[in-house]
């Protein structure tokens, strides 16, 4: 099943990892992790639906104290620090450093591991423009994301993104780091969608607004142009992925210092998860931020999964960045393991 834009998806008909299926016919749901397996699954029925479940039985998180993260304060810290020495050496200008934080379910019982009831706390205690549940147990997908971030919006031709960086607990912490990291990233978005789009196409309709979500603020620009007639999802994923604002700039450096820096894959934490209705030229992929997601492949507990990170700049504090990373999670990870926010 699948539930995206007020809508529930069921009866799956199709899996493919082609892309080019998403130019056919049909509605889809979209994950795309961001070490690159892309799932497209087509599905026959698509109905009006919009609340996810919140059944009492349905989701027993984990308890607080048993999460883990993949890099602890010291080594993310470290980290800030290496990737400002790359800047200072001129290899990168932006570069997003992420963790992961893992936790056992404590019951194995898929009725009470159920992500769509997880889906219904988080739309609940931290509502998001882009929210969305993916359950295909055969691919070894349960995905519930919250995510604020518009990676790709489809109207027929039109294409635009919706690149998020800054972040504060109020309008008032946002820094002029934050503005210049958000500008950074305009330009890396601009050249990316440019890469797909025809000439002069490229606009920037919104650049450096305020949103308000739960807990915090974000700078949100917006990034628009029309595609090339030879171009579709294929040249879209081939020209955008892995997102720009989760990345860095310039791009094949920025992903060259995470993989020496990260120590977990982030699997669709920051990848895109969505929707495309292939039918009527239209789609919603999400940035996979605020997202959690299940593995049950091992013998053991069943490991629920969240990711958090922030993006890096010369002008970085070592200790604020590890603050945001941890503004970032605290909300959601309260959430999922039962101890919901005011």
């Not at 082609?18 to 029925?45: I, N």
């Not at 919140?54 to 999460?67: E, V």
């Not at 094949?252 to 977990?264: G, M, P, Q, V």
């Not at 922030?310 to 909300?331: M, N, Q, V, Y």
Request: aromatic share 6%; charged share 25%; glycine share 10%.
């Amino acid at each position: 099943m699948a539930r995206f834009a007020g809508r529930l998806a069921t009866g799956l008909c199709e899996v493919t990892s082609d892309p080019a299926a998403l130019e056919s016919e049909g509605w889809w749901a979209v994950v795309h992790d961001f070490e690159g397996r892309l799932t497209c699954a087509r599905f026959a029925d698509v109905r009006p639906d919009p609340a996810p479940a919140r059944s009492a039985d349905g989701w027993r998180g984990p308890h607080s104290s048993a999460w883990r993260s993949s890099l602890g304060h010291d080594a993310y810290t470290a980290g800030v620090r290496r990737i400002r020495e790359h800047i200072a050496a001129g290899e990168v200008y932006q570069a997003n450093l992420c963790r992961v934080m893992t936790a056992p379910l404590p019951d194995p019982d898929p009725a009470h591991s159920d992500i769509d009831a997880l889906a219904g706390l988080l739309a609940l205690g931290n509502p998001a423009p882009f929210a969305g549940t993916l359950r295909l147990p055969t691919q070894g997908i349960e995905i519930a994301t919250a995510s604020p971030e518009l990676y790709l919006r489809r109207d027929g031709r039109t294409v635009a993104s919706g690149p998020i960086k800054g972040t504060g607990r109020t309008e008032h912490d946002l820094l002029e780091k934050d503005h210049a990291e958000n500008v950074m990233i305009v330009d890396l978005v601009r050249n990316d969608l440019g890469r797909a789009c025809a000439t002069g196409s490229i606009t920037v309709p919104d650049l450096c607004a305020v949103e308000k979500h739960p807990g915090l603020v974000h700078l949100v620009s917006v990034v628009q142009g029309v595609l090339r007639d030879d171009a579709g999802w294929p040249e879209l994923f081939d020209a955008t992925f892995p997102p720009g604002s989760v990345t860095g700039a310039p791009k094949s450096s920025a992903l060259r210092i995470i993989d020496a820096l990260e120590t977990a894959p982030r699997g669709p934490y920051c990848g895109a998860v969505g929707w495309v209705d292939a039918d009527r030229g239209q789609a919603e992929l999400a940035v996979g931020i605020r997202t959690f997601w299940i593995d049950r492949s091992t013998a053991a507990a069943p490991v629920l999964h969240f990711g958090t990170g922030a993006g890096i700049t010369w002008g970085s504090d070592p200790e604020r960045e590890w603050d945001e990373t941890e503004l970032k999670a605290a909300r959601l990870v309260a959430i999922a393991s039962g101890e919901h926010p005011e």
